[in-house]
Structures are given as C-alpha cells and as structure tokens.
C-alpha cells in the first residue's frame, strides 16, 4: 500500500487525552461520521474503518479526518442498505477494539475504555446520513422549504447536484429528494471568488472575513464585492499569511488564520464593539496564540449537526 503524504496530518494519538478523546470525543463523531457518509455517497464499501486507518488534521473549528489505507474497500456504483450497515458494524468494532488497547496501554480494566464511541459515531452517521439522503413532503405553498433545506445542506458544506420534486399524495403535495455532490461548498466559493485554497471549514471562516471585509468596505454592487475580494486578499489575507508563515511552530498558516479570526469574534464580543483584526492579532499573540480546533472542544453541546 502506497500513500501520499499529506501536510498538517497527525495520527489519533495527538488527539488522545489519557485513555480516551476527552473532550475531543464530539469532533471525533463528526469526523468519522462524515467521513463515512461521505464514502458510502461516492459507492465506496471501506471494509476496514479504524482508528488507525485514518489520518487527521485541523479544518477551523473541527478535525478533517483522512482515509489512508483502501486495501480493503470496494467502489460500487451505490451501497445498498444492508452494505452500509455491514461496513458501520465493521467501524463499530474495530473502534472498540482500539479504545481497548488504548485503555490498556494506560493500565486499565476493559470497562473504564470508551468501547461506546463506534456506536455513537453510527448514530451520528445514520443522523446525517438522513438529513442528506431523506426525503421532504411539501405543499405548494411551502416552497420556501425547498430553499431551506438546501441552505441547510450548504451550511453541512455539502454542494446540491440536483433536487428532484416529484407529485405525491394524488398531486396535493411535492415529495422532494435531493442528490448531494462533494463536501466542498465553501471551499470552491472561496476559491472561485478569491483564488484561495483551503479546507472546507477554514474555507467558511475565511469566507466570513471576506464578507466583513466588503461590508467595511461598502461594497454592495458585483462589481465592488469583485474588487474588494482582491483588495482583501493582497491588501489583508496575504500579508497576514506571511506573517503568521515567519512564526516558529506554526505549521498550517490558515489554520492560525482561522484562529486569528476566532479571537477576533470573542475580543468583540467581550468588549461589545468590533476591535479589529490587528488588536485581535496582536492580544492573540499576548495570550499564547490560542488555537481554533482546541478553543472549539469545549464549546459545543452534544448533537447534531455539525458534521
């Protein structure tokens, strides 16, 4: 099995804190569960889903998690019901038995390991998994739930190939399904609209200062939201890259990026007016440069969706 390297990848035990993922454990869910769905959405049977068959690194606020090791996967043209569920059985227990052996190598009994966390990852999955696959039954005066859900599935950062709105119920309402592309809403935006690549959650962040940028600016037509996009990024994105580039352990420059604008948000609102992207730079840097993946873990309840 040959691999390519993949920069700011990190294996599963970085994210590790003692026998288990901490507080980390929700990221966790939402990782494997969209890593999964996505899969099974391209036809692919992986056939050995596991800790240590993935590789990972930080996107914003989550953790983008990376099939490393396809020996055993199958791509068919689509997984029936039945497939699914083989290959989520199969994730099931091979987490387990790694939160097994994690928890043995800690000196400890096999009931302090976490062996819930494939299943609740399953659960996540089949959570998901219909929120992008179900269908919706609408009246013809509830059209607006058509844009609805497809905002909804934008904001999971999944692209809408196609919606289907087919009649039901003897023509009285529309039964509307949707086909799902690629989980790389944002990140074609900013690249289509700027250039810049990144990772589909950093890609939403950079976004927003984007936007904050062309509201600074009073750009309201295209053509001045155009021209603001370049502006922000020789004038504002640019620059700031480099300078978070000339800083020691700083691997992923967009990532830091992301930070930066996450201290922005809470510096503005603490003091209850916006404080600028140079301030929020420099006081994240007065407080440890706090990163976004770390900062996000204790601040989500349980559920979904953020997968």
Not at 27 to 39: C, I, K
Not at 86 to 112: C, F, K, R, T, Y
Not at 219 to 237: C, D, H, L, P, Y
Not at 241 to 259: G, K, N, T, V, W
Request: charged share 25%; net charge negative.
């Amino acid at each position: 099995l040959i691999t390519r390297y993949l920069e700011h990848t990190f294996s599963y035990q970085e994210l590790l804190q003692g026998h288990g993922f901490g507080a980390r454990r929700e990221q966790m869910l939402d990782a494997f569960a969209g890593l999964l769905v996505e899969l099974h959405l391209a036809g692919c049977f992986w056939g050995d889903c596991s800790l240590a068959n993935v590789l990972y690194r930080y996107d914003a606020e989550t953790i983008e998690p990376i099939m490393v090791d396809a020996e055993t996967s199958v791509l068919r043209e689509s997984l029936s019901d039945g497939q699914r569920e083989e290959d989520l059985e199969i994730m099931i227990m091979n987490v387990a038995g790694g939160m097994a052996d994690i928890a043995a190598a800690h000196d400890l009994s096999i009931d302090q390991a976490d062996l819930m966390l494939g299943e609740d990852i399953a659960e996540r999955y089949r959570n998901l998994w219909r929120e992008l696959t179900g269908t919706l039954l609408i009246a013809p005066e509830e059209g607006f739930k058509i844009t609805d859900k497809i905002q909804r599935l934008n904001e999971l950062g999944f692209d809408v190939d196609e919606v289907d709105l087919i009649p039901a119920d003897g023509g009285r309402r529309l039964r509307m399904k949707v086909k799902v592309g690629g989980r790389n809403f944002h990140s074609a935006k900013l690249h289509r609209l700027t250039g810049v690549e990144a990772l589909e959650r950093q890609a939403r962040q950079v976004l927003s200062d984007l936007h904050y940028y062309q509201c600074l600016v009073g750009a309201r037509t295209t053509t001045g939201k155009e021209v603001a996009a370049v502006q922000w990024r020789v004038g504002i994105f640019e620059p700031m890259l480099e300078r978070l580039r000339a800083m020691a352990d700083i691997q992923d420059p967009i990532q830091a990026y992301c930070a930066v604008l996450h201290h922005r948000y809470l510096k503005s609102c603490e003091s209850g007016r916006d404080v600028g992207t140079e301030t929020a730079f420099q006081d994240w840097l007065a407080v440890g440069r706090p990163d976004y993946a770390r900062a996000a873990e204790n601040r989500r309840p349980a559920g979904m969706p953020t997968v």
